[in-house]
């Protein structure tokens, strides 16, 4: 079988489709719409429309979001989370002077309630709640266990924009949930981030949090610009070629970023956080959102061509009174991380989220706080999982494919 140049990826770039590269591309040259302008108001009032919020802040990532709750909550002690995670989500608790606890995950990616009892002590104040790959935590039970235990309850949103749980919207059900638009979230605008909020206390605080932090700087504006642009035209046509590592090479250089920078593996955080959500971003993320219902529904579509075609391997099924956002799809396999290996040698790039209990898998753990066999689930699932790309640029035609190679090859 002949391998293509182009691959199918689950992260390179994924939602952007030719009006987001078009807008991307004009932008670079209206620097004077970088930093300050209207598209940041306006992207903060849709989001406060459509969860019938009284606020939302901006930000320029999820982690910069995630830090503006927690140092607006002005506590101590402990924030409760679960493993099988990303460092994007226990870096901003301790560079908020906070102690991350990692509560084990059950087999459907998201925190085990029986655990986060056990896990409850005296100096907790804070449960951080994931919804994993956009399939909703058992968030009833969850807040009630917080409500019991005098906690703040907090949503990670950051993986489920459009999920809902028994009809109601994910991110409506704590003191605050935050959302990312990162390079291969639900919408994407490279780097950004939102929080909602109904606490007036909260929010004034929140406001107060982003009246002391700067905009990026033009440089880091225009690395973001750059990336849907240089994704598209240079490095996706030729990535099995040439294109990997113009990649590499472009972010050694600087001129495109990294999702994930080297310091945050060590527990360090980068001089960009935290900081605002620069109008230029903003504007990307506006026409990503205008498109978020199709998005949902693609993802949906996707997902359902996987169940019904793909036998044998065990998959994670949604509740019945849950809608997943499905940013991806999810599965088991007891050779999980050869499945991945061997699909991105065939140029399949599927997905590796979590094959550690915090991502990335060269993170440092004692620095982001977690230490060996505190979650042994979230351990043994980051051994037998790997999840399949669902964004609007993946057809049913290119859905086959992976599922041919994964029958082929592993059936």
């Given at each position: 079988?002949s391998?293509?140049?182009?691959?199918?990826?689950?992260?390179?770039?994924?939602?952007?489709?030719?009006?987001?590269?078009?807008?991307?591309?004009?932008?670079?040259?209206?620097?004077?719409?970088?930093?300050?302008?209207?598209?940041?108001?306006?992207?903060?009032?849709?989001?406060?429309?459509?969860?019938?919020?009284?606020?939302?802040?901006?930000?320029?990532?999820?982690?910069?979001?995630?830090?503006?709750?927690?140092?607006?909550?002005?506590?101590?002690g402990?924030?409760?989370?679960?493993?099988?995670?990303?460092?994007?989500?226990?870096?901003?608790?301790?560079?908020?002077?906070?102690?991350?606890?990692?509560?084990?995950?059950?087999?459907?990616?998201?925190?085990?309630?029986?655990?986060?009892?056990?896990?409850?002590?005296?100096?907790?104040?804070?449960?951080?709640?994931?919804?994993?790959?956009?399939?909703?935590?058992?968030?009833?039970?969850?807040?009630?266990?917080?409500?019991?235990?005098?906690?703040?309850?907090?949503?990670?949103?950051?993986?489920?924009?459009?999920?809902?749980?028994?009809?109601?919207?994910?991110?409506?059900?704590?003191?605050?949930?935050?959302?990312?638009?990162?390079?291969?979230?639900?919408?994407?605008?490279?780097?950004?981030?939102?929080?909602?909020t109904?606490?007036?206390?909260?929010?004034?605080?929140?406001?107060?949090?982003?009246?002391?932090?700067?905009?990026?700087?033009?440089?880091?504006?225009?690395?973001?610009?750059?990336?849907?642009?240089?994704?598209?035209?240079?490095?996706?046509?030729s990535?099995?070629?040439?294109?990997?590592?113009?990649?590499?090479?472009?972010?050694?250089?600087?001129?495109?970023?990294?999702?994930v920078?080297?310091?945050?593996?060590?527990g360090?955080?980068?001089?960009?956080?935290?900081?605002?959500?620069?109008?230029?971003?903003?504007?990307?993320?506006?026409?990503?959102f205008?498109?978020?219902?199709?998005?949902?529904?693609?993802?949906?579509?996707?997902?359902?061509?996987?169940?019904?075609?793909?036998?044998?391997?065990?998959?994670?099924?949604?509740?019945?009174?849950?809608?997943?956002?499905?940013?991806r799809?999810?599965?088991?396999?007891?050779?999980?991380?050869?499945?991945?290996?061997?699909?991105?040698?065939?140029?399949l790039?599927?997905?590796?989220?979590?094959?550690?209990?915090?991502?990335?898998?060269?993170?440092?753990?004692?620095?982001?706080?977690?230490?060996?066999?505190?979650?042994?689930?979230?351990?043994?699932?980051?051994?037998?999982?790997?999840?399949?790309?669902?964004?609007?640029?993946?057809?049913?035609?290119?859905?086959?494919?992976?599922?041919?190679?994964?029958?082929?090859?592993?059936?």
């Open positions: 079988m391998i293509p140049i182009k691959p199918i990826s689950i992260s390179l770039n994924p939602n952007a489709e030719k009006d987001d590269i078009l807008l991307a591309f004009k932008l670079l040259f209206c620097f004077w719409k970088w930093k300050r302008g209207k598209a940041i108001k306006e992207l903060e009032n849709r989001f406060k429309q459509y969860f019938g919020a009284k606020y939302a802040f901006s930000f320029n990532s999820g982690r910069a979001s995630l830090m503006a709750v927690l140092k607006s909550l002005d506590i101590k402990e924030v409760l989370m679960q493993a099988f995670t990303c460092n994007a989500a226990s870096n901003p608790v301790k560079w908020s002077g906070l102690k991350p606890v990692y509560v084990d995950v059950s087999d459907g990616f998201n925190m085990d309630p029986e655990d986060l009892r056990r896990k409850i002590t005296s100096e907790s104040r804070v449960v951080m709640v994931q919804h994993t790959f956009g399939f909703s935590a058992k968030i009833d039970e969850i807040k009630k266990i917080c409500q019991e235990n005098n906690l703040i309850l907090i949503e990670d949103a950051a993986h489920a924009l459009g999920a809902e749980y028994n009809n109601q919207k994910i991110g409506t059900f704590g003191k605050a949930a935050f959302f990312s638009f990162s390079r291969d979230k639900i919408i994407s605008s490279v780097y950004g981030g939102m929080v909602v109904n606490d007036d206390e909260l929010a004034e605080k929140i406001r107060q949090f982003r009246e002391q932090v700067k905009y990026p700087s033009y440089f880091w504006i225009k690395q973001q610009l750059l990336h849907p642009v240089l994704m598209h035209y240079l490095i996706l046509p990535y099995r070629v040439l294109g990997k590592y113009l990649l590499v090479s472009l972010q050694y250089l600087k001129i495109l970023s990294k999702a920078h080297w310091k945050e593996k060590k360090r955080m980068p001089n960009y956080f935290p900081r605002r959500m620069p109008n230029a971003l903003a504007l990307l993320a506006l026409n990503q205008e498109k978020l219902n199709r998005f949902n529904s693609h993802r949906t579509k996707i997902a359902d061509f996987y169940y019904n075609n793909l036998k044998g391997f065990d998959f994670l099924e949604a509740e019945k009174n849950t809608r997943p956002a499905f940013l799809f999810p599965a088991k396999h007891e050779k999980a991380h050869e499945i991945i290996r061997k699909a991105w040698d065939n140029n790039l599927i997905g590796d989220w979590y094959t550690c209990p915090v991502a990335p898998c060269d993170t440092d753990l004692k620095k982001v706080g977690y230490e060996k066999g505190a979650c042994p689930n979230a351990e043994r699932l980051a051994q037998i999982t790997f999840n399949l790309p669902t964004h609007i640029n993946i057809s049913e035609k290119q859905a086959q494919k992976i599922i041919n190679f994964l029958k082929r090859e592993f059936q």
